[in-house]
């Protein structure tokens, strides 16, 4: 079984079809894109894998585990983590406090433990605070680890906030446009970040609208317009897609 099943979910608002009868497997360790134009419905189906929406039809599996219904804690809590398009960082707190602060499903402790500070609840303290510092020099984060993130330059939070979803340790990394409103420069970091995170065995599902950069890195591409899946295949076949071209390069069919 795929480590990510969608199948046939379809999501509605009033009389609108976020999504209608869409359907991706995902296999583990493989980086898929999804595509299409804006309004697509592709954030739509990142909240629904996190739990931010629940789908009317459909459901959603994650290694053999249904998660349809799960809130976004538990989805979390099951190894899928998420970067959002539009940055969700303490802007009032540290890069080093934004990362601790994501490994708070990873605590394990109780109040009591927590207000000894001894034993389990130190282990589980340094324990996390050892995962923040590797995830901190992994995203090349360490010139600004004591820098309030409301400071520093848009292109360093959003490398933040990949960090922060990275701090809880996935299994399955979502990315939603992460290189978004970058400089080409920031962009090629990204890029090289994101193939190194996949290089070490995380599952990427990436939302990104340079098809530069989603043709060079993704195992697999899914095309969705006006929420229904058009075109699914490797990078090549979907940009030869005569409905490809027609409904997301604005090409005539």
């Given amino acids: 079984m795929a480590q990510l099943l969608v199948e046939n979910i379809t999501l509605t608002f009033g009389g609108v079809a976020a999504l209608s009868s869409v359907s ?5 360790g493989e980086l898929v894109s999804v595509i299409g134009p804006n309004g697509a419905g592709k954030t739509s ?11 009317q039809r459909g459901r959603i599996l994650f290694e053999g585990h249904e998660i349809t219904r799960a809130s976004p804690h538990e989805v979390t809590r099951l190894g899928i983590a998420r ?8 802007s009032g707190l540290t890069v080093l406090e934004n990362l601790m602060l994501a ?27 050892r995962v923040v510092e590797e995830v901190i020099d992994f995203m090349e984060l360490e010139p600004y680890r004591k820098a309030l993130v409301g400071n520093l330059p848009y292109g360093v939070r959003k490398r933040v906030e990949v960090a922060r979803a990275l701090s809880l340790s996935p299994r399955l990394l979502l990315l ?15 890029v090289r970040f994101i193939l190194e995170i996949r290089a070490q065995g995380t599952t990427v599902i990436l939302i990104e609208h ?44």
Wanted: proline residues 4%; aromatic residues 10%; contains cysteine.
């Fill in 45 to 55: 189906l990142l909240n629904c894998i996190s739990g931010f929406y629940h789908p």
């Fill in 176 to 190: 939603d446009e992460p290189m978004a409103g970058m400089t080409l420069e920031e962009k090629e970091d990204m």
């Fill in 83 to 90: 970067a959002f398009q539009n940055i969700e960082l303490f």
């Fill in 103 to 129: 490994r708070h499903t990873h605590l394990g402790y109780h109040l009591v433990q927590a207000g000894v500070f001894y034993g389990k609840a130190l282990a589980k303290e340094v324990e996390n605070r």
């Fill in 210 to 253: 340079d098809l530069g950069v989603v043709m060079d890195i993704s195992d697999r591409v899914y095309v969705l317009d006006f929420g229904q899946v058009i075109a699914e295949g490797a990078p090549e076949e979907v940009a030869r897609n005569p409905r490809v071209q027609e409904a997301y390069l604005g090409v005539e069919a």
């Fill in 24 to 28: 991706l497997a995902v296999e583990e």
